[in-house]
Nanobody
Framework: QVRLTESGGGSVQAGDSLTLSCTVSTPTTRADSTGWFRQFPGKEREFVAAINYGGGVAIYAESVTGRFTTSRDTMANTIYLQMTSLKPEDTAVYFC???????????????WGQGTRVTVSP
């Protein structure tokens, strides 16, 4: 069973930066690529960013392009989401997910982390 463990959430002020981490317990081709999603209260999870196994392909939601960067340390099986210029509207629970390929489609990810909360104050 592949487990994803997230860390790094917290409370910050607008304009601050925060980096989330996601560690994948067991390397497998079924979990080669990693996506980041976030969920606002009462809403479905929305795509934030995704990256492939080699790190050469990364895609982003328009709302975070230029502010968020995803990267990975393949040797450590850890993926990062560096968030800068945070806004109050970025407040959400952030999830990492793993699947075969980087995609914006939530249903294409087979494994999910437990989520970590990010709160951005004005």
């Amino acid at each position: 069973q592949v487990r994803l463990t997230e860390s790094g959430g917290g409370s910050v002020q607008a304009g601050d930066s925060l980096t989330l981490s996601c560690t994948v317990s067991t390397p497998t081709t079924r979990a080669d690529s990693t996506g980041w999603f976030r969920q606002f209260p009462g809403k479905e999870r929305e795509f934030v960013a995704a990256i492939n196994y080699g790190g050469g392909v990364a895609i982003y939601a328009e709302s975070v392009t230029g502010r968020f960067t995803t990267s990975r340390d393949t040797m450590a099986n850890t993926i990062y989401l560096q968030m800068t210029s945070l806004k109050p509207e970025d407040t959400a629970v952030y999830f990492c997910a793993a699947g075969r390929a980087p995609t914006r489609v939530r249903e294409r990810y087979e494994f999910w982390g437990q989520g970590t909360r990010v709160t951005v104050s004005p």
